[in-house]
């Protein structure tokens, strides 16, 4: 339950809300204890730390700190009264100012790297030659990786999957690959993919854009989903917490295909 104030003191207090997803505070930058501290701010109006980090449930040793984050970024103010500090949430209307500087910041940060994009990738290069092999750990590193595929193949290009399916559906990841192949067939990538037998008929429907499809037998069916393209072997396992091993090795992807194109004339369309 959140009970916001409706101005100073005297006021009286307005039941806001009684459920409230604080997902996008934590999203657009504050951690818990800044949410924490905030929002039980909100609820006292001036208060002095004392009881602020007891409303707010975080030890005294840290208020100050989370009190000095919140300041500079502009969404708590403060006053002395005597010797002693009282600080006061600013009005919930400066979240947005806070993500507007935000977007303007990482727009500067976003033409810094683009900049710096050509010289890092030589770095990358150089740093390549001395390891073929990458652990991608997480849903988002994982399909991090089909992302860069996508940027490094050219229009009219193609590559292959072995295995495609969505495991133990970790979250986000059907949406993901909805989106993954609508922006592969707008670049016009061309895909053949081996697909699990259980995926039939529930494929994504932008997978079928530019691209050539068969079904594996139901006996061979795993959570394991194996990409090739160029010098590259991605090996995925979509279970809830996915992870992914990257092989850049010409002589590895060669065996995979070879391994593809055995398969692909016992699958069915």
Known sequence: MIIVPLGGRNYKYLLAYT???????????????????YLALLRLGSSKTGLLASKAGVSSSKVYK??????????????LKGKVKNFNALQPAR???????????????????EKMLPQLEKERVSAGSRSEATVY????AVTNFFRNMIDELNPGDEYHVIGAGYG??????????QAHHLRRSKKR???????????????????????????LPQYL????????????????IFTR?????????????????AYFRALWKIAKP
């Open 168 to 177: 133990d559906v970790a979250p986000g990841l059907r949406a993901f690959f």
């Open 95 to 113: 979240l947005l100012d806070y993500l507007d500087e935000e977007e303007e910041r990482l727009g500067r940060s976003r033409e810094m790297v």
């Open 221 to 236: 069916i795993t959570n394991m989903e194996i990409v090739l393209y160029r010098d590259k072997a991605f090996i995925a």
């Open 66 to 79: 989370i009190l000095d984050r919140l300041e500079k970024k502009g969404l708590v103010g403060h006053v």
């Open 189 to 215: 990538i061309k895909l053949k993919m081996l697909a699990n037998f259980d995926v039939k008929g529930k494929l994504e429907t932008n997978t079928r854009f530019h691209s050539e499809i068969r079904y």
């Open 137 to 140: 750990d997480g849903l988002k």
């Open 241 to 257: 917490d996915p992870k992914g091993f990257l092989i850049e090795s010409e002589e590895a992807v060669r065996s995979f295909e």
């Open 19 to 37: 459920v409230m997803d604080l997902t996008a505070l934590n999203e657009m930058g504050l951690t818990s204890g800044e949410v924490k501290v």
